[in-house]
């Protein structure tokens, strides 16, 4: 499963899609104003701000974690996103930044969305790895803020805090939230779905 939410974080109740994520994130990311994506031939062009980058396709996992609360108080700014990943940061400009945790079978980007206020919206890791420095920056993120996440697969939404709201209406698509109690539930839970 695949969900979509709008530029407020709210989940839109007619966007629950069953394809894999890769059919959908074009529009995806155009409605949630992370930036442009255009797709033929192998040749996958995202465009944000007037920035043309160009990457070759290859079939990717990906997960997207949502901010839930439109409270300020409740998200992070760009800079303490950015904390937890702290040295594995090896470029980041415009929203879109990668990732090394120790060679090319353990680097991953990340797309991720500042708002006017410079808040953090949301981020999508893209193809994710195996590495726990990765999980645990991740886990930090959704315990100390208002994320949730989910990826494509059997899963309901999983959270760092019980308290972090949901959409209305997704623990009736998806399942209560299920809560995790450390980096080691997420690539666990990805395994079982």
Known sequence: MFLATNTAGTVA???????????????????????????????????????????????????EIFAMSDDAAALPTREEFLTPFGDAIKSDADGWMQLDFGGIPNSCDVSYSVDDSGFVRGFT????????????????????YQFFVMWPGDCAPV???????????????????IVAQSENDLPRLIKES
Do not use: Y
């Open 159 to 177: 959270v760092g805090d019980s308290g972090t709201p949901l959409p209305q209406g997704l623990a009736d698509d998806f399942g209560d939230a």
């Open 13 to 63: 109740p007619n966007m629950v899609f069953t394809l894999g994520p890769s059919a959908h994130l074009p529009t995806l990311s155009t409605r949630a104003g992370l930036g442009t994506i255009s797709r033929s031939s192998g040749i996958v062009r995202f465009v944000q701000g007037g920035v043309v980058k160009t990457f070759r396709w290859a079939d990717q996992v990906g997960f």
């Open 125 to 144: 890791v893209f193809r994710p790895v195996t590495s726990p420095l990765l999980w645990a920056a991740i886990f930090a993120l959704i315990r100390d």
